[in-house]
Nanobody, 122 residues
Framework: VQLQASGGGLVQAGGSLRLSCAAS????????MGWFRQAPGKEREFIAT????????NYADSVKGRFTISRDNARNTVYLQMYSLKPEDTAVYYC????????????????WGQGTQVTVSS
C-alpha cells in the first residue's frame, strides 16, 4: 500500500488542523493505520492508531483528548483531527499502515507516507 499524507501547515497555539492520509490499493480496510510524528533531533513517536473498522482507537497520553483519529474505508483515507495545538506539537507527521498489530511500536509498521509538516507558533 502507498500512503500520501497532507494537511500540514502553520497554525497558532490553540488552533486546529486536520491531516489526511490517502492510501492506494484495494486492501486499505485490512490495515491498522497509525499516525506518528518526529520533531527535529528527536525519535519518531507514536500519536494514534485505529483498527480496520474504525471501532477501536488508541492515543499517546500527550495528545489524548486533543487529537482524534478516524478513517473512511470507502475513500481509503485516514484522518487526524488536531485541536488545542501547542508549540510542542510541532513536528513532521507521518501516517503508517500495519496488517498485524496496529500498536504503538513504529517498527511494526511496514508502510509509511512521506510526512507533512505541522508548525505551531506560540
Amino acid at each position: 500500500v502507498q500512503l500520501q499524507a497532507s494537511g500540514g501547515g502553520l497554525v497558532q497555539a490553540g488552533g486546529s488542523l486536520r491531516l489526511s492520509c490517502a492510501a492506494s490499493g484495494r486492501t486499505f480496510s485490512r490495515y491498522y493505520m497509525g499516525w506518528f510524528r518526529q520533531a527535529p533531533g528527536k525519535e519518531r513517536e507514536f500519536i494514534a492508531t485505529i483498527n480496520w473498522s474504525g471501532g477501536s482507537t488508541n492515543y499517546a497520553d500527550s495528545v489524548k483528548g486533543r487529537f482524534t483519529i478516524s478513517r473512511d474505508n470507502a475513500r481509503n483515507t485516514v484522518y487526524l483531527q488536531m485541536y488545542s495545538l501547542k508549540p510542542e506539537d510541532t513536528a513532521v507527521y507521518y501516517c503508517a499502515a500495519d496488517q498485524l498489530y496496529g500498536g504503538s511500536n513504529r517498527h511494526d509498521y511496514a508502510y509509511w507516507g512521506q510526512g507533512t509538516q505541522v508548525t505551531v507558533s506560540s
